[in-house]
């Protein structure tokens, strides 16, 4: 059974910068991509980051891109998103998910194992 468990999530002001981790279990996390997606009070989840099964390979929400780094570590089945230049429009609760692709994809339909979420709330 394939387990995900995000942490880092928290409370910072606008400008700040959080490293979000998910650590998976349960499956050969280095065969897959591995994403981050975000989900706001009222909103649908929406992409952030992903990665390609090697870390090779990026792709970045508009939103993000510039400010946020998604990365993996393989030899320790972790992905981790550094973001910085936080603006309050980042607050959500921020899901890691595993692929059953190779490639880094921005589409949902594609991630099948998700994990419980972790909040990170942004101050102005």
Known sequence: QVQLVES????????????LSCAAS??????YAMGWFRQAPGKER?????????GAS??????V????TISRDN???TVYLQMNS?????????YCALSYVRY???????????????????SS
């Open 86 to 94: 936080l603006k309050p429009e980042d607050t959500a609760v921020y």
């Open 8 to 19: 880092g999530g928290g409370l910072v002001q606008a400008g700040d910068s959080l490293r």
């Open 58 to 63: 990026t792709f970045y929400a508009d939103s």
């Open 104 to 122: 880094a994809s921005g589409s949902q339909r594609d991630y099948e194992h998700w994990g419980q979420g972790t909040q990170v709330t942004v």
């Open 65 to 68: 891109k510039g400010r946020f």
């Open 46 to 54: 929406e992409f952030v980051a992903s990665v390609n099964w090697r």
């Open 26 to 31: 349960g499956r050969t996390f280095s065969s």
């Open 75 to 77: 030899a320790k089945n």
